[in-house]
Each structure stands twice: as structure tokens, then as C-alpha cells.
């Protein structure tokens, strides 16, 4: 839905940079000979010879259109060159033309805050570098001006053929233009240096729009194409928009579109100008009523987002007609080849931009062989993102399967028919930076998640029957597949054993060294105020003997019941949190008097007795035993940490951090009358 946001008071220069046929001209500096000959780019099907996706300026003045087909295209310009795009997975690879428009985001993101729009399109505002601009360089002072800038189209002067270029130099420098006028002025020669750096450093050209707001911009970059730019000044705003069809405009191309058309008879922008804002918002409420009302005046206070990378990423395909997918089976296969693109696209963003995304969401159009519920859509869905393709497959085909029956009506067999798929995508938003601190440590469990499934599944590796309820096990392997990590505490270095046997495919993820080395001062800022050293066979990390058994002594029931809860989140493939912080921690010797610890203390308090982990170990060790101890305060633990963790163990963590009842425990011969002080009375007249 619209949003009416009002607009700033104060005048503001954005510029909207459209590339010129953006995919013709990737293709033309990857093949230099096609440059200045018809060209179109094309889907790989050979249909008809394919659609075509981009057609360059050579091939439209010969008629050529995108609507057409390869064949179509050719019969009207026979000298056409069509050039397929990059196939992979059986789809369309646009990696290619991705990573070309981040070239030029990188070069015009210089001047000023900057938001990708789309592969080849991008928002600027250059607000402060313009009045930098006119309070350096007053631009009536100016004796030369760059001809890139004098090519500019000012949309209120009217064309005198060859004078063009002085009637726009006479605007530029006049001595009586407002300010925003003046500021605009300095736009176009912040956008045209720009295009220009654009041109020399990738051999791409661009358009752009200069106005006062995104709308206004946007509208203006694709009047004058190619290589031009395009000013408006607000003096010829209700020129630009008055004659504009209604459906042209940004939000208006749907079905508030169409309902102006249908219930008010408005057609083009200048029929919304005979309503008042009181009747729009009538039909229309407040919030969409006042948004129609500023569009029709050119009005508009979209900031210009500083972002220079993409909001989500994307896989999908069309089977249209008789390529239609009928069956589970041939959607799975195409959801496979979807997820690990969209996987790939993850992990490189994660290790290119450290973001991580939140939610997975899956798209489809589908159609019945009953077509009683023909209007129906099939609905979309979505569900948190687990990284790794596998993973994200599994929720994708779990998403289908759900929006198949909600589509249907019924509960999906294996036998079902009935319906077809013509489309079918997967996507990954709520991409937010990863917060300082958290980085290495969702690394880790990553690698451990990989590590347990690589050791259910290797024959040549076994799991311990007690893992599943001590969180405390230690590892340990013999070289060669070993690394070891020094932590300090307490003023002596301690090795900490790492196995990463399985590791291996997570090279780029978990760089042995420096993941160890964040994680442990991660889980330092995360238990801040745990106070405990050991010595460096304590710290040493062991593999547990098949048969060994492993004993938990908890300060309260509350977190003894963990073992339970430790269970049924190791079904689900994850590490436990307690397995983290206790692995991370530093350790001390045994203490022989424990019981202290059957009197339960809240844990929101600083806890006084440390919960204990006793675990076997082999023989040689003190006692025959190796003790694991360690403290915290509940109170500084940073719970944008606790956020970061996957959702399994953000409960758990926050089931075991939850204050538990102080226990009903009452002394011998003990009455109500010890819980309250003698008064002054009875102290002085004893009986």
C-alpha cells in the first residue's frame, strides 16, 4: 500500500541512473565486434528462438521489439545478432550481469548516498555535494562548462534546434534562479562527471533523471536515451505529469489503477487534480487519499535508502504450456536446482558482505485441470531461513507441499493430479548485517551442525550413547587432523583441541585460527563476569570412550531437567549451547565438597556456587576425573547474542537463564516464628 510521506522542507537533489540496454552492452564489452551492430539479447530456449530480453538502439530504429521473438526479430531485421545468455542449472545464469552493476554502483556511490534500485538502475542523493558545490564554485562565475553538461535537457526551456546548448548554458548560470533551481544546476554537473566515470571505467553509458524526489527523477531518466540526462525543474512539474496516463506512474499500475479509472474516470494525472484531498481520502482513507494527492502535484518524501546492496536474493523459472510441472517429483527437482543457487548466492553475500538473511519465502503459479477455483492463486509461504542447501530445500519442499493443499483443498497423495505448475521461485529477505561480535560464532555452529551430520553418517566415526545428555563431553583426535588454539586464563596458556575432519568444506567458513580465536572472545563478552582458570591438561578437550557414562550436578531441578530438553534438540541436528560455553570455558580441579549445590539460588542473581559438569576421562588424569567449572552473571548477557543463535537453542538458553523457585526447604524443629525479628516490646519485657 502507498505510504504518504510528507515531503522536506528543505530542497533536496536526487538523480535517478538508469543503464542504457543494460544486458546488450555487457555482452558488447565481453564481444567488442558486436558494438554499433543491431543486437538483442536472448532466454536460452529455442522457442521460436528464444525471447528477447534486451534489444540495443541499432535494432529498435529497424523495428525491433522486446515483445518479439528471436525468429520475429530476425524476419524484421534480418543483420540482427542475438546473443544467448549464460545457462546454468537449466536456467538462466545473470551472475554476469549482477556483477557488472555493482561495478557501476561502486563508481557512482562516490558523490553521495546511494541505493541500488535493480541490476541496472540506481537512486542518488546529492543534495550535500551539490551545496558544497554552489557555495565553493558560484556557477555564474563559471568560463568553461563540459559538453557532457551542456547536452543536458532542462524540460522548462522549449528547443531552438542548434542553440540548444547555449539556452541550457544561460540556464545553468543565471544570476536571478531560486536556490533549488541553482542546486539542481550543480546536480547536473555532479551526474554528468559521474556518467562520464561511469563510461571510462566499465565502457558502459547511462541516463539519468535530476529532480527533486525519486518520483519526479525516475520519470525523467528515461525521456532522453540514450547517454543523455534529463533535468526537472519545479516549475515544470504540472507540464510532465498532466498529460501522463494514470497507469504509468510508480504504484498506480495495479489495482488502485484501475479502480481510479473504473470509480473516479481518472485516465491520466491531470484528471486527479480536479479531486480534492477530502473526497480522495473518502474513497480512498486517510493514509491512501493524502498519497494520491501529493502524487498528482508531484509531491513525494521517499529518501533515497543507503544501500548499495540488493534487498533480498532470488531464484526461479517459468515452464510455460506444455512444460508445465504435473507432479511432486519433477518440483522437487526443479525446487533442488533453485535452492542451491539461491544457497550459493547466501554464502557468498555472508562471506563477500557479512549478512545474513531471515526468512525464506517460495512463489508459484499454478493452474487446475477443474478450473472451478480458476481466480484462486496458489498461495504463497514462507518460514525462517536455515542456511545450506540441503536445508533449504527440505523447508522449501515443505512450503509447496503446504501451499499446494491450501490451493487444492484438500490433503496432497501421492497420486494427486489435477493441477500444473508454470512457476515456480524461491527468495531470501530480511537480509540484515551481521552484528559485530556474533559473526564467528554462528560460524561455528554451522561447522558443528555439519560435523554431527558427517559423523552419523561416516561408519569410521561414532557417537557416544550419553552425548545426547552431556553437554560436556569433551573431543579430541589424533593427528594429522588436528589444530590446536592457545587461550589464556589466568596468566597460563591452555591448548584447546579442535577436530575438523569434517570440516573441510567449510574452509572459507571456519578458518581454523581465527574462528577458535572469536569464538572464544565471544563467549568471553557473552558470560562477562565468569571468573575461572585451569591448567592445560584440565583444558584439554577428550574424545569419550564407548560405555563411559556422564554425570551432571545442577543447582536446581529447573536446569537439571536440561538433559531432556538437550535430547530432542540433538534429533534436530544442533549443537547445544551448554556444549559451547562449557568446551569454551576454562576448567579448575575437582572440588571435593559439592554439596552446596542442593540449595537453589535464582539465577537472574551473581551465582555463588558454579554450576558443575563431571565427565570421565582417561586414565592419568587427577583423580581419574576431569572437572569442568564455571560462573557467570545472568544479568550481562548480551541478548542480541542470545537473538543471533539458532531458534532451538535461543529456548533453551532461555529456559536455563529464567529464574527458577527458591526450593520449600525447612529445617528441623524450624517454625514461622524464625522468619520474624523479636520486636523492640519483647526484647525489652521478656516473658
Known amino acids: 500500500m502507498p505510504v504518504a510521506r510528507p515531503e522536506s522542507s528543505d530542497s533536496r537533489i536526487i538523480a535517478h541512473v538508469d543503464m542504457d540496454c543494460f544486458y546488450v552492452q555487457v555482452e558488447q564489452r565481453k564481444q567488442p565486434h558486436l558494438r554499433g551492430q543491431p543486437t ?64 557501476v554502483v561502486s563508481i557512482l556511490a562516490r558523490k553521495g548516498r546511494c541505493e541500488r534500485a535493480s541490476i541496472d538502475e540506481v537512486y542518488l542523493d546529492l543534495t550535500d555535494a551539490a551545496e558544497t558545490m554552489l557555495k565553493e564554485t558560484p556557477l555564474e562565475s563559471l568560463e568553461s562548462i563540459n559538453e557532457e553538461v551542456l547536452k543536458s535537457h532542462v524540460l522548462e526551456l522549449s528547443s531552438n534546434g542548434n542553440d540548444d546548448k ?206 472451478t477455483d480458476s481466480y484462486k492463486k496458489f498461495p504463497s509461504k514462507s518460514c525462517p531461513l536455515r542456511y545450506g542447501g540441503g536445508k533449504i530445500q527440505e523447508d522449501a519442499v515443505n512450503l509447496f507441499q503446504a501451499g499446494l493443499r491450501e490451493y487444492l483443498g484438500a490433503y496432497i497423495g501421492s497420486q494427486c493430479g489435477g493441477w500444473g505448475i508454470t512457476g515456480l521461485s524461491v527468495s531470501a529477505s530480511k537480509i540484515v548485517p551481521i552484528p559485530s561480535g556474533t559473526c564467528s560464532i554462528t560460524r561455528y555452529f554451522q561447522c558443528r551442525d555439519q560435523f554431527h551430520s558427517s559423523s552419523e553418517l561416516s561408519d569410521e566415526k561414532f557417537i557416544p550413547e550419553d552425548d545426547l545428555l ?72 577428550q574424545l569419550r570412550l564407548p560405555g563411559k557414562e556422564s554425570k551432571m550436578k545442577y543447582p536446581s531441578d529447573g536446569i537439571r531437567s536440561y538433559g531432556q530438553k538437550r535430547k530432542a534438540t540433538k534429533e534436530k541436528g544442533t549443537s547445544s549451547i551448554l556444549r559451547f560455553l562449557q568446551s569454551n570455558s576454562c ?30 576421562s582417561f586414565p592419568g588424569s587427577q583423580n581419574g576425573r576431569s572437572t569442568n567449572t564455571w560462573s557467570y552473571k545472568a544479568d550481562e548477557i548480551d541478548q542480541s547474542v542470545v537473538d543471533e543463535l539458532p531458534p532451538e537453542l535461543q529456548e533453551e538458553v532461555r529456559t536455563w537463564l529464567r529464574p527458577q523457585k527458591r526450593a520449600n526447604m525447612v529445617k528441623q524443629g524450624s517454625s514461622i516464628a524464625h522468619y520474624f525479628p523479636p520486636s523492640k516490646n519483647e526484647q525489652r519485657n521478656p516473658k
Open 470 to 541: 552431556s553437554p560436556s563431553r569433551s573431543e579430541s583426535h589424533p593427528a594429522p587432523h588436528q589444530t590446536e588454539q592457545q587461550t589464556e586464563c589466568g596468566g597460563e596458556e591452555a591448548p584447546v583441541t579442535y577436530d575438523i575432519t569434517s570440516f573441510d568444506q567449510y574452509e572459507n567458513a571456519c578458518k581454523d585460527e581465527q574462528a577458535s580465536s572469536d569464538i572464544t572472545r565471544e563467549v568471553s563478552h557473552l558470560l562477562s563476569g565468569a571468573e575461572s582458570c585451569s591448567t592445560p591438561k584440565q583444558n584439554e578437550r
Open 166 to 371: 547555449e539556452l541550457v548554458r544561460e540556464w545553468l548560470q543565471r544570476r536571478d534562479a531560486d536556490h533549488r533551481d541553482k542546486l539542481l544546476a550543480c546536480g547536473a554537473f555532479i551526474v554528468a562527471e559521474l556518467r562520464l566515470q561511469v563510461l571510462r571505467e566499465t565502457e558502459f553509458t547511462c541516463s539519468a533523471g535530476i529532480a527533486h524526489n525519486k518520483m519526479l527523477a525516475k520519470l525523467a531518466s528515461g525521456m532522453n536515451k540514450p547517454a543523455q540526462q534529463t533535468i526537472v525543474p519545479f516549475a515544470s512539474v504540472k507540464g510532465l505529469l498532466e498529460p501522463l496516463p494514470i497507469k504509468k506512474m510508480k504504484q498506480l499500475g495495479g489495482k488502485l489503477g484501475s479502480s481510479l479509472q473504473i470509480d473516479l474516470g481518472v485516465n491520466t494525472v491531470g484528471d486527479l487534480l480536479q479531486f480534492s484531498q477530502e473526497k480522495l481520502q473518502d474513497f480512498y482513507g486517510v493514509n491512501t487519499g493524502t498519497w494520491l494527492w501529493n502524487v498528482a502535484r508531484g509531491i513525494s518524501g521517499e529518501e533515497v535508502e543507503g544501500r548499495l546492496l540488493p534487498k533480498s536474493h532470488g531464484s526461479g523459472k517459468t515452464f510455460p504450456g506444455p512444460r508445465a510441472l504435473k507432479t511432486l517429483a519433477a518440483v522437487e527437482k526443479w525446487l533442488k536446482e533453485l535452492c542451491e543457487e539461491l544457497s550459493e548466492r547466501l554464502q557468498s553475500d555472508l562471506e563477500k558482505n557479512k549478512r545474513v538473511a531471515h526468512t525464506l519465502t517460495l512463489h508459484a503459479n499454478a493452474y487446475k485441470s477443474t478450473d
Open 40 to 103: 538483442a539479447v536472448v532466454q536460452y530456449n529455442s522457442w521460436k528462438g528464444g525471447g528477447l530480453i534486451a534489444v540495443s538502439y541499432e535494432a529498435r530504429k529497424d523495428g525491433v521489439k522486446r515483445s518479439m521473438r528471436g525468429d520475429e526479430a530476425k524476419k524484421v531485421c534480418p543483420q540482427i545478432q542475438l546473443v544467448q545468455v549464460p545457462v546454468a542449472r537449466g536456467k538462466a545464469d545473470l551472475s554476469i550481469y549482477r556483477n557488472a552493476g555493482s561495478e
Open 587 to 616: 576448567s579448575t580441579s575437582k572440588q571435593d565438597n559439592v554439596s552446596a549445590l542442593q540449595e537453589t539460588k535464582p539465577l537472574s542473581s551473581v551465582v555463588q556456587e558454579p554450576l558443575v559438569m563431571e565427565s570421565e
